[in-house]
């Protein structure tokens, strides 16, 4: 059975006059990555430390790991880590001394502690480094030490606000495959993150945050099903063939088809293009099986050939420009100016 990690309903956040967080409802699976996504701004880091006990909500109903985050916070806070965006590790201690610390002030005790903290620079590649102080570790090996802390105490849930921003894309992928590696252990993690592709990725569903407001939830291929931009390409062996698939799948011919064709396998429009260097037909798709079968089935019909098929679908980029008041998607410049 599916158990509910995180559970958020009405929440609300008020600072002065500026609404946060205006009525969230949000469930987090147990085992499960759900990333919160939206521009700077939107509420994100706000909703992370309400959950994790930093600061307390206006209104709304919330629990973590099955305690009330209002009337339990003792008990949240020793089901949760917490890495937020900036690394918390202590410059003047080596990365041994940063985790023995943590276990200290998570009362494991000597024998508990020691054990926990080897298991955790053997984990984290940072072994060779432990005795080494904090000013030779690069930006990748500060935030894996960053993540470690956090996980001193094995907590069922993680709270990763922003993980790899700032590091190389090398550093980044690595931090991945730690995350990966605790949900296959049975680890819910609450990500925050810049980086769309870091949240389709990891991320069994995807909230979107944008004036405090969840616009749109699901799984990184729902949402994207969610815009328009997606296409068929069909390529032909000939010219021939090329001119004879545009006219059959233009968007008159399309029109005519069984009623049966849902609006969602109606997959060409009267935005149909053609490249006749290429051999190639786009046609505008809703990404979904029926949209496929019925461009194939016409095609089947008319008994022409396709040489190569490839479906496009939109991405995360899409999905943020479309459902966010923002002009340029995380992580990413824009190159059009402001």
């Known amino acids: 059975m599916t158990t509910t990690a995180i559970a958020v309903r009405g929440l609300r956040k008020h600072y002065g006059s500026k609404t946060v967080l205006d009525n969230v409802d ?3 699976n147990a085992g499960t990555v759900t990333a ?3 521009p700077n701004g939107a509420g994100k880091t706000t909703t992370v430390h309400i959950l994790s006990t930093l600061v307390r909500p206006d209104a709304g109903s919330l629990t973590v790991a099955g305690c009330d985050v209002l009337r339990d916070p003792d008990g949240v806070r020793a089901a949760i880590g917490l890495t937020g965006q900036f690394s918390a590790v202590d410059g003047l201690l080596t990365g041994e ?8 002030l998570r009362h494991l005790g000597a024998r508990r502690g020691a054990a926990r903290v080897a298991e955790l620079l053997e984990q984290f590649d940072l072994v060779e480094a432990a005795r080494k102080p904090l000013a030779t570790y690069s930006g990748g090996m500060r935030r894996r030490l960053d993540l470690a802390m956090t996980l001193v105490a094995a907590p069922s849930v993680i709270f990763l ?10 550093s980044r992928h690595t931090m991945w495959d730690i995350v990966r590696d605790l949900v296959a252990e049975g680890t819910t993690v609450l990500l925050t993150t810049q980086h769309l592709e870091e949240a389709d990725q990891l991320a069994d569903h995807i909230a979107v945050l944008d004036g405090g407001r969840i616009v749109a939830d699901g799984t990184p291929d729902e949402l994207k099903r969610l815009v328009p931009g997606g296409h068929i390409r069909l390529r032909f ?6 001119e004879r698939a545009a ?16 609006a969602e396998n109606n997959a060409a429009r009267d935005n149909t293009a053609r490249d006749d260097a290429g051999l190639t037909l786009t046609v505008p798709s809703s990404g979904g099986v029926g949209a496929l079968r019925a461009v194939l089935d016409r095609l089947d019909a ?3 050939e396709v040489d190569d098929l490839s479906i496009h679908t939109p991405d995360l980029d899409d999905v943020f420009f479309a459902l966010t008041g923002a002009k340029t998607a995380p992580g990413r410049t824009d190159t059009k100016g402001t």
């Open 26 to 28: 949000l469930t987090v």
């Open 36 to 38: 919160l996504l939206g």
């Open 97 to 104: 001394e940063n985790l023995v610390l943590m276990a200290r």
């Open 161 to 170: 606000d922003e993980p790899t921003t700032g590091l190389d894309p090398r």
């Open 237 to 242: 062996a000939d010219a021939a063939a090329l």
């Open 247 to 262: 006219r059959l799948l233009d968007g008159s011919a399309l029109d005519n088809t069984a009623a049966n064709h849902s």
């Open 302 to 304: 008319a008994h022409l």
